[in-house]
Structure formats: C-alpha cells, structure tokens
C-alpha cells in the first residue's frame, strides 16, 4: 500500500490566455481525505475535474494506482470514481432508489442486489430507505438531497471518491451535522477522498491534507496541523486567519484526553453536566463546558452512557499550551 493511489505528476492546465492549472505535482495516499481549497478560480475544480477526465490536462499526468489515467477509456476510470458536485445533479423524474441505483444499473447488476444496496447506501448516509426510497428529490430538504448525492456516489463502491463543495449550498447546521457523516462514513468505507472547499474549518475537520492553492499554483501541501502552525508564506497566515487557537482545538479528538468514567451516580453533586459525544473535537468540549459555567464535561457514547469526563483543569491546561504556542509563533 506504499504507492499513493493519485499521483500529479507536473499537471499543467491552460485555457486561451488562461492557466488554471499551474505544474501541479501532489500525492495522495490510500484511504486518505485530501482537501483543496483556495480563493475563487485558483484551480481546485479543474484539478479534481482532470482526475476523472471531465478535463483533460494541456500537460503532464495523473497517476490512478500507478497507471496514467489516460490509459482506460473515460467510462471505465470514472466508474472507479464517485463524483459528487454542489447543487447535487440528482435526476428530477427520477425517484431517490433510481437516482442512487444509476450507476449499478448501468453496470448490469441485477435488480435485487440494486434494491439492497441502495438500501445499504440510504441506511449508510442517514435516511431511512423506507421512508425515502420511493420520494423524488424535490420531496427532500437540501441536505438529504445530498445526502443522496452521497449515496450516489458510493453505489458502485468505486475507491475513490471526488467532492466539490458538496455542502457549499447547505445552511451552516445542516452543514456541521453533513460533515459530522462524512468523518462517520469514511470510518466505515474507508475512501480516498479529494474534497473542494472554501471553507478552511471544514478543510480542518476533514483533511489528512490539505492543498492550499492559488492562481492555479500549489502553496503548501500539509496535515492540518501544519498549515496552522507552520504556514508556508503570508499568503497561507493570512487564509488560516487569526483564532489558531480555536482551530486547533477542533484538531484533538476528546478521546484523546478524556478521563475514563466513573461508576456510581451518574452527574457529581446536584448539577447537571453538558455533554459531548465521543466522536466529538476538544473546541466541541470547549463550546460546551463555556455553556455550564466551565464545570466538567461528560463524554458520552452513542447510547447516551458516561464513557469518560474532560476535567475543566484538563482543558485548561490544553487551552494554555496552545495559547502559549500561539504566542511563540
Ligand atoms: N472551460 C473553461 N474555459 C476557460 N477558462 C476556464 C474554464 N474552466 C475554468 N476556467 C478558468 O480557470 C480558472 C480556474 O477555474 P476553476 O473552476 O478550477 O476554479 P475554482 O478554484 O474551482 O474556483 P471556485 O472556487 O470559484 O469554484 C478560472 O480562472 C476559470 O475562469
Ligand atoms: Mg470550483
């Protein structure tokens, strides 16, 4: 598995007068979620675009499991490659089974092993098949619009996974919970994942790397870590923004700190606790503990039982070391 599955070996894109793509040369490994972002018309759709060949670069190559893409025809790469776009392009006539089950259809799959997987697939991003199987996308909210969009994607089980601004459309709480699903979804399917946005909090909360671009150029190629704490020029400073500190709370899972649960009563003393769930972010935590007057914080898993506390000295102490690191840079 040591050989990254995309490979941007000197990609170079030119339209006219223009390039959008700038010798772009990246890796992405296996199972990974690589983030492009950037400000407006600095390349991140055409990058992904090339990696299916909805746009064929002017020079260079991509490498899909060390192979040019170019070496199979378009429609076998792309069924090897989910593609899930803002806006979602669902078929309107089409009924959610129908718009999920596309492309297993073309594939020739018979129609019982179609019906489960698109059962599968509804179950596997949040809705309940029985209830939304037969609706058509004008019947659902925007965010389960994309959600099947999702499920779309995945129907075929291809290894790789393209999203651009999957959630740009979506109010900022739909947004959170769609993101939340991803992080859920990826620990079952296991993609590699190349995610556009503009949004740096959701680069931080999704990516093992992020590609920060501009004016068809690469910046800096980085874990999330990195970009906040070692950005490569001003540039980059500038685009992280100034609350770090916050950023990278939402870097440390409250597993990792947590102190293992306790048995007997349930909440110490007569207060109630604010509570987190275990998959949730140290800035999760902080969030919380500021609405309950900075007390403790339960950690909860997903039946509602105490896994475990954030101590407000705990947190406190984390909060301190990042400010101090903060300050050093
Ligand atoms: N088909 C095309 N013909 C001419 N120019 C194009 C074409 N597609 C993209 N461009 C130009 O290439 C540049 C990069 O476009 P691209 O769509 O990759 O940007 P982007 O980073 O995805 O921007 P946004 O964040 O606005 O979606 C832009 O200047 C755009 O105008
Ligand atoms: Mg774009």
Same mark, same amino acid.
Request: overall charge neutral; hydrophobic content about 40%; aromatic content about 6%.
């Given at each position: 598995?040591?050989?990254?599955?995309?490979?941007?070996?000197?990609?170079?894109?030119?339209?006219?007068?223009?390039?959008?793509?700038?010798?772009?040369?990246?890796?992405?490994?296996?199972?990974?979620?690589?983030?492009?972002?950037?400000?407006?018309?600095?390349?991140?759709?055409?990058?992904?675009?090339?990696?299916?060949?909805?746009?064929?670069?002017?020079?260079?190559?991509?490498?899909?499991?060390?192979?040019?893409?170019?070496?199979?025809?378009?429609?076998?790469?792309?069924?090897?490659?989910g593609?899930v776009?803002?806006?979602v392009?669902l078929?309107?006539?089409?009924?959610v089974a129908q718009n999920v089950g596309i492309v297993p259809?073309?594939?020739?799959?018979?129609?019982?092993?179609i019906?489960?997987r698109v059962d599968e697939l509804l179950t596997l991003v949040g809705l309940?098949p029985?209830?939304n199987r037969?609706?058509?996308p004008?019947?659902l909210?925007?965010?389960e619009q994309q959600r099947v969009g999702v499920a779309r994607a995945l129907a075929a089980d291809?290894?790789?996974l393209?999203? /651009? @601004?999957p959630?740009?459309?979506?109010?900022? *709480?739909? &947004? #959170? %919970?769609l993101?939340?699903e991803l992080?859920?979804i $990826?620990?079952?399917v296991?993609?590699?994942?190349?995610?556009?946005?503009?949004?740096?909090?959701?680069?931080?909360?999704?990516?093992?790397?992020?590609?920060?671009?501009?004016?068809?150029?690469?910046?800096?190629?980085?874990?999330?870590?990195?970009?906040?704490?070692?950005?490569?020029?001003?540039?980059?400073?500038?685009?992280?923004?100034?609350?770090?500190?916050?950023?990278?709370?939402?870097?440390?899972?409250?597993?990792?700190?947590?102190?293992?649960?306790?048995?007997?009563?349930?909440?110490?003393?007569?207060?109630?606790?604010?509570?987190?769930?275990?998959?949730?972010?140290?800035?999760?935590?902080?969030?919380?503990?500021?609405?309950?007057?900075?007390?403790?914080?339960?950690?909860? /898993? @997903?039946?509602?039982?105490?896994?475990?506390? *954030?101590? &407000? #000295? %705990?947190?406190?102490?984390?909060?301190?070391?990042? $400010?101090?690191?903060?300050?050093?840079?």
């Open positions: 598995m040591s050989q990254p599955i995309i490979v941007f070996d000197g990609v170079t894109k030119t339209y006219a007068a223009k390039t959008a793509v700038d010798n772009l040369n990246l890796e992405i490994n296996h199972g990974q979620t690589c983030v492009f972002i950037g400000p407006s018309g600095c390349g991140k759709t055409t990058s992904l675009r090339m990696i299916n060949r909805l746009v064929e670069p002017t020079s260079g190559r991509i490498l899909i499991d060390g192979k040019p893409n170019d070496s199979a025809r378009p429609e076998e790469l792309r069924r090897q490659i593609y776009i803002q806006g392009g078929f309107d006539h089409l009924t259809r073309l594939l020739g799959w018979p129609k019982q092993r019906d489960e309940d029985a209830v037969n609706k058509f004008r019947q909210s925007g965010g291809p290894p790789i393209l999203m /651009d @601004e959630f740009g459309a979506l109010d900022p *709480i739909t &947004r #959170e %919970r993101q939340d992080i859920r $990826q620990q079952v296991k993609k590699t994942i190349v995610f556009v946005t503009h949004d740096i909090h959701e680069a931080i909360k999704l990516a093992d790397r992020i590609a920060i671009m501009r004016n068809g150029r690469l910046v800096q190629y980085d874990t999330p870590e990195a970009i906040l704490w070692r950005p490569a020029d001003e540039f980059v400073q500038e685009f992280v923004g100034t609350d770090r500190v916050l950023k990278a709370l939402g870097l440390i899972p409250v597993w990792s700190v947590m102190e293992p649960g306790e048995p007997g009563p349930k909440w110490p003393g007569d207060w109630t606790a604010s509570t987190v769930p275990v998959a949730a972010t140290l800035r999760d935590a902080l969030s919380a503990a500021i609405a309950n007057g900075m007390r403790d914080t339960a950690v909860v /898993d @997903e039946r509602g039982a105490v896994a475990g506390w *954030i101590r &407000r #000295e %705990r947190l406190l102490t984390v909060l301190e070391d990042l $400010q101090s690191r903060e300050v050093a840079s």
